[in-house]
């Protein structure tokens, strides 16, 4: 049987040609659609910079959703979660007007207009608690899956724990066939979290539910689905590819999952990248051309809208009635395009989804433009992955400022208090429009919900000097290791390391020295156990003590064991506070009125003789902010928009 090349454009040729008639009975095409990570992007609108961004939203996105559907005679589209938490839409309805018994979620007012026909749930989605969750999800008309979350009874018998939600559904659904007729069919959809969500998300969840691992829970139910008589059966798990080694409780579960038996297609996301694509190629096991893993179609449409996932089935019918799948493909299709510096926009908002959602949107707006204070130089994140940044320093100041004051005259009183911070917003995978830059003057709510993005709440951990070391060491990890040998070009970030994972720790002061290798690899394992990066770790201008006890501040991600740093996992939380991060920053301008954000240089990298030529992306207009002081040079153009720029080692 032929498979045509993939295409980034909607139009029949996606299709696989059809079997003879002479093949089978009967044929019908099925088209499954999906949404991921769309975060409350619902408008095509960047809260932030407060403007329209054609990058974004679930508006652009809808148009690419009825063009696939106008070619195709049968289809479905799911969501696959982090739906309703990740802008300030999500938190002005969350945290601002409130979400009562009743209201219908802005995301719903737009998602129930496209008729999803299923939706799964993602780990952001606890960030505001499960009470939140019920409220809003009771919005959606469409069934909403998870498999692998269940109710904590309090026993230690697994065997009667009871589902927290609907762990799949079986749809029934009727296709037109190429010979016109009507024939059913039964699709069973199931859906998975990260288990990780009961680190992610502790103080919400711990008590009220456990997570199982997605692989273990797949092999139990995906059998029952077919017994049940599921014709196809699509898994919708929140989860990035992955490896082949069997880990417990994986968070990236997708590779191995599409191995299970019995699913016929994967629809998944969490790691906000796009598949099929060339970031996948030569991987085991994955076709980039025709869209699949292990055999399985599969597609991961990216984040906040920018692609729209397609899986397209050629199903033929048996005599017996049993469907099969002759052949298949995946795809993500995109709304935007890079054209050298230049975004060129595929597809216009749908006015519908605009519609639906323009009250909260508009209220969210002028929320955002409240004036918090002012600030006596720009704030911006252009640098902030290759030196000590202001969009950092400002935040851990907030930080340290709120802790200190906590602690007078309790049992903590009087031991030292580091703050770590770390920059959200530093270009990577969204683009080169993906830095704050907040200029000279007012501050705005839009300008801190900027500078910390998350909804994360404050907490603090005691840990000792040595736990201080290795938490810079893992942090370090974002860079490649340079070659002091090498006279070519040597790019110093690793693309792929979040940068909410590079904490910088205000109170010591510190060199990374990337002539070695890094002692943690991308996942936080131990790698180079031999190796340290981070030299000449001070505090009160003293070599620090591997045994002193310090106070570090940090959110309730990071002190409950994300991003996997050594010495985190929930254990040495001594202050759980009831403010998020973001609130104590602002209160911290608030009271202040009037700031002054130079950061204080206390971390750098330890020179490399030679200065090999290291090289880094930033965006293109961080040129302009390149001050005499700074070992940096611009180079030129880059690619995906980002300029080039050179960091001085010596």
Do not use: C
């Amino acid at each position: 049987m032929r498979t045509l090349p993939r295409t980034a454009a909607l139009g029949a040729a996606l299709f696989l040609p059809w079997l003879s008639t002479a093949d089978a009975q009967t044929q019908a095409r099925l088209r499954v659609l999906e949404t991921t990570d769309l975060h409350v992007h619902m408008a095509d609108y960047d809260y932030y910079q407060d403007k329209s961004a054609a990058t974004l939203g679930l508006a652009r996105t809808a148009t690419l959703i009825e063009r696939a559907r106008a070619e195709a005679p049968n289809v479905l589209l799911i969501d696959n979660g982090d739906l309703i938490q990740g802008n300030p839409l999500g938190d002005y309805v969350a945290k601002e007007r409130g979400l009562n018994p009743g209201d219908v979620h802005p995301v719903y007012k737009a998602m129930n207009l496209l008729r999803y026909d299923a939706g799964n749930i993602g780990n952001h989605e606890f960030n505001y608690g499960l009470d939140y969750l019920v409220r809003a999800l009771s919005g959606a008309r469409f069934p909403y899956v998870n498999a692998n979350v269940y109710r904590d009874d309090g026993d230690a018998d697994p065997a009667n724990d009871k589902p927290y939600f609907t762990q799949y559904t079986l749809l029934d659904r009727t296709l037109t066939t190429e010979e016109r007729t009507r024939e059913d069919i039964k699709i069973g959809i199931i859906g998975f979290v990260p288990p990780q969500i009961m680190i992610w998300d502790r103080t919400n969840l711990t008590g009220k539910v456990t997570a199982r691992d997605i692989l273990e829970t797949a092999q139990a139910l995906v059998p029952q689905m077919r017994a049940q008589g599921a014709d196809l059966v699509i898994a919708v798990p929140h989860s990035g590819l992955g490896t082949a080694v069997a880990e417990k409780l994986q968070e990236n579960a997708t590779y191995r999952l599409a191995g299970v038996g019995g699913i016929d297609a994967v629809l998944f996301g969490h790691s906000h990248l796009v598949f099929p694509s060339e970031t996948f190629a030569g991987i085991d096991g994955v076709d980039i051309a025709k869209g699949k893993i292990n055999g399985v179609p599969a597609t991961m449409p990216g984040f906040w809208g920018s692609h729209l996932g397609v899986v397209d089935f050629r199903l033929s019918r048996r005599a017996d009635r049993v469907w099969q799948v002759i052949e298949s493909s995946a795809a993500a299709l995109p709304i935007t395009r890079r054209e050298g510096n230049a975004t060129v926009a595929l597809v216009e908002p749908d006015a519908r989804i605009l519609a639906a959602v323009n009250e909260e949107h508009e209220a969210t707006i002028a929320w955002m433009r409240k004036a918090v204070g002012q600030t006596d130089a720009p704030i911006h994140s252009y640098f902030a992955l290759v030196q000590d940044d202001p969009s950092i320093q400002i935040v851990t100041n907030a930080q340290k400022e709120y802790v200190e004051r906590l602690i007078r005259g309790t049992e903590y009183d009087g031991l030292p208090v580091l703050s770590a911070g770390a920059p959200f917003k530093a270009g990577g995978l969204p683009g080169p429009e993906y830095y704050t830059n907040i200029p000279q003057g007012e501050i705005a709510l839009k300008n801190v919900a900027d500078l910390y993005i998350y909804p994360n709440t404050l907490q603090a951990v005691l840990i000792t000097g040595a736990t201080v070391r290795e938490w810079l060491e893992r942090s370090a990890g974002i860079f490649y290791q340079i070659d002091a040998n090498k006279r070519e070009e040597q790019p110093l970030i690793n693309p792929f390391f979040p940068a909410y994972n590079f904490d910088v720790i205000d109170g010591v002061t510190y060199q990374i020295d990337v002539s070695q290798p890094s002692r943690y690899d991308p996942r936080g394992i131990m790698a180079s156990p031999e190796s340290h990066r981070i030299q000449d770790l001070r505090f009160a201008g003293k070599p620090i003590d591997p045994q002193q006890k310090f106070i570090v501040v940090t959110n309730n991600y990071r002190a409950s064991g994300g991003g996997a740093f050594p010495g985190l996992d929930g254990k040495n939380i001594i202050i759980e506070a009831p403010d998020e991060n973001r609130t104590v920053l602002a209160n911290y301008i608030l009271n202040n009125k009037r700031i002054n954000p130079s950061a204080d240089s206390n971390w750098g990298f330890a020179p490399i003789a030679g200065n090999p030529l290291v090289t880094f992306d930033s965006a293109p207009a961080a040129e302009k902010a390149i001050t005499g002081k700074m070992p940096i040079q611009f180079i030129g153009p880059s690619d995906k928009g980002f300029a080039k720029y050179r960091l001085l080692m010596n």
